[in-house]
């Protein structure tokens, strides 16, 4: 049953472990109905290879989301932060991204090589960058949903709002984001026991 047209608003294509399977990769997806596919950034160091995928030949539209996920964040100092966020509005102003991110919170990871503050601050730039530039901010959060609504109120509306990828949150915790424009995507983990 092809349901299409879908829009696959996140996927890790430049992912290594992909590697040669791209291209079938992308032809399942068109014939399962997916028509465009959005490619979202992590990290400096992959924004190239990332942008080269985004404009290769592809039976499905491939859209690219610049950003600096908080789970690259404990592998790098905090002194690169200020650069990184450069690159990504430089990225930004080369090649008009379809969305912010993916950005977020993640108390989940290493809080000593990334405090929460540090993470909120990150993510400061990428809330403002996207109502700026009045882009879709596409976020991560884990075990931090309290602290990414005050980071959202702090930052005030986003014209065009965003989506929580991979919702883990409750259901009583979905409506302040549904509040603020968010859309919640549901993955692999939703089928977990327990979840």
Same mark, same amino acid.
């Given at each position: 049953?092809? $349901?299409?047209?879908?829009?696959?608003?996140?996927?890790?294509?430049?992912?290594?472990?992909?590697?040669?399977?791209?291209?079938?990769?992308?032809?399942?997806?068109?014939?399962?109905?997916?028509?465009?596919?959005?490619?979202?950034?992590?990290?400096?160091?992959?924004?190239?290879?990332? $942008?080269?995928?985004?404009?290769?030949?592809?039976?499905?539209? $491939?859209?690219?989301?610049?950003?600096?996920?908080?789970?690259?964040?404990?592998?790098?100092?905090?002194?690169?932060?200020?650069?990184?966020?450069?690159?990504?509005?430089?990225?930004?102003?080369?090649?008009?991204?379809?969305?912010?991110?993916?950005?977020?919170?993640?108390?989940?990871?290493?809080?000593?090589?990334?405090?929460?503050?540090?993470?909120?601050?990150?993510?400061?730039?990428?809330?403002?960058?996207?109502?700026?530039?009045?882009?879709?901010?596409?976020?991560?959060?884990?075990?931090?949903?309290?602290?990414?609504?005050?980071? $959202?109120?702090?930052?005030?509306?986003?014209?065009?709002?965003?989506?929580?990828?991979?919702?883990?949150?409750?259901?009583?915790?979905?409506?302040?984001?549904?509040?603020?424009?968010?859309?919640?995507?549901?993955?692999?983990?939703?089928?977990?026991?327990?979840?």
């Amino acid at each position: 049953m092809q $349901l299409g047209p879908l829009v696959d608003t996140h996927c890790h294509l430049d992912s290594a472990r992909f590697g040669a399977d791209v291209p079938e990769i992308l032809e399942r997806a068109a014939g399962a109905g997916v028509m465009d596919v959005v490619l979202p950034g992590v990290w400096p160091d992959g924004f190239e290879g990332l $942008l080269r995928l985004s404009l290769q030949p592809s039976p499905v539209r $491939l859209h690219v989301a610049w950003g600096l996920h908080p789970q690259v964040l404990p592998d790098v100092p905090a002194g690169a932060d200020d650069v990184a966020m450069e690159e990504v509005r430089r990225m930004c102003e080369r090649h008009r991204p379809v969305g912010i991110g993916e950005c977020g919170l993640d108390y989940r990871v290493d809080t000593v090589a990334a405090p929460p503050e540090r993470q909120r601050r990150v993510l400061r730039f990428h809330l403002e960058l996207a109502r700026d530039l009045r882009l879709p901010v596409l976020l991560h959060c884990l075990s931090a949903h309290d602290d990414l609504l005050v980071e $959202l109120d702090r930052v005030g509306p986003l014209p065009a709002g965003g989506i929580m990828h991979s919702y883990s949150g409750s259901a009583e915790q979905a409506r302040p984001f549904l509040k603020r424009g968010l859309h919640l995507s549901f993955t692999g983990p939703v089928t977990w026991t327990g979840a």
